[in-house]
């Protein structure tokens, strides 16, 4: 019972992250990269595009032919050809000519820019008359201007979106290392919990926690695995954990986290080899009884019983370690928009308060109207857009007041 409630503070939480290193890499086809984590600097193995290549439909030229030329002083160049996609031209432009391009068309040698088709009128087969002059590289990507050969262009730790697909595909990569995605186990506790397909009685309710968490878990593209429902036994319970720890990278226990007579994670968790308990108590609001154990190298989470104030812990404290487990590291990605304060609000001193709130567009500025209610009440979280963090130090915020909340 020593580590109970030696609370700390969230940024005390936050500062654990370091003790966890990534799951390990693998190969995959780029076909499969998106939403994974790159796990080794991606380099370029050639310049990209690779060539000079056309922006507009028109003529490719040398600027200086085009130098002062308006529409009252065309200037004349003579056209040598027509460069079709795909082609690869085997000659040299010189000053006073062009050739007609398509975007995306391969400028010849000696070729610097492109004259919109609109800025020009063809006089025969042979001219054209160019009415704006054109600068060297204008409507024109250059060979390297993409990326240089042997240049980084997606560094390690990088989330990989259709764009940084797109851009290993272009490259010409067919597979990339990537962290492998992670595995979160997740057990409910409590004898008053009891599976979603059953009749409840007084004293029983639906087994809420493994949905909303599984759900969170993934949101952040990772992987939830359910152990089910584990009844107040302590063997059965470590049991779980044990079996859990082989086979995911992370465990999520909903309930059994606060100081009571059953209460008995932290003590399951204390009886496990190489284990620590690294947080009992954080000072925030819910979510006080929060526990963290490095088990190995995997983090152990007691998160409240409380729906809401699991699914709060978890989108606040939870995350940021899935994140560095993922391979990003422990930068902050939480995404924040200000708004507006509807109404008074107060918190206690000493504690990270955090409101949920919901958002309104009125007039053009957002507004976040606080949704009162106890933790145990889902209702609270089903009305709510976003969380508002008070401070510890911060007695409340007043109506009016611009404030940034944490989007949902």
Known sequence: ??????????????????????????????????????????????????????????????????????????AWLDITGTILMGDIPDFTLKLGQAVKISTGGMLPKGADSVV????????????????????????VIDASEDFAKKE???????????????????????????????????????????????????????DINSYTLSGFIRETHAIPVLYGIIKDDPNALKKAVEKAL??????????????????????????LPDTNILVHGMSVSPGKPTILAKVGNKPVWGLPGQVVSAM????????????????????DRTIRIPAKLTRNISSAQGRRDFVRVLLENKD???????????????????????????????EGLEKDSLVDIILL
């Open 312 to 331: 709060v812990v978890l989108k606040i404290v939870v995350i940021p370690f899935l994140n560095q487990l993922k391979g990003l590291g422990n930068q």
């Open 246 to 271: 082989e086979e995911t990278d992370m465990i999520l226990i909903s309930g059994g986290s606060s100081v009571g007579t059953r209460d008995f994670t932290v003590d399951v968790l204390s009886a």
């Open 1 to 74: 019972m020593n580590h109970f409630f030696k609370v700390k503070s969230l940024e005390e939480v936050m500062a654990l992250t370091g003790k966890f290193s990534p799951v390990e890499s693998e190969k995959i086809p780029v076909s499969e990269a998106f939403s994974r984590i790159l796990a080794r600097d991606l380099i370029a193995e050639q310049d990209m595009p690779g060539f000079r290549r056309a922006t507009m439909d028109g003529y490719a030229v040398v600027a200086r032919s085009t130098f002062g030329a308006s529409e009252s002083g065309p």
């Open 152 to 206: 980084i262009v997606l560094s390690k730790g990088t989330f990989i979106r259709p764009q940084e697909a797109g851009l290993a595909a272009g490259l010409g990569f067919v597979q990339i290392e990537a962290y492998k995605i992670p595995k979160v186990g997740i057990i409910s506790t409590g004898d008053e919990i009891v599976p979603i397909e059953a009749q409840v009685v007084p004293g029983k309710i639906r």
């Open 116 to 139: 919109m088709v609109e800025h020009t009128e063809q006089i025969d087969e042979l001219s054209v008359e160019i009415y704006k002059s054109v600068a060297p590289l204008q409507h």
């Open 364 to 394: 053009g500025r957002i507004l976040a109207k606080p949704v009162l209610g106890k933790s145990g009440l889902i209702r609270t979280m089903i009305h709510a857009d976003g969380l508002l963090e008070i401070g510890d130090h911060v």
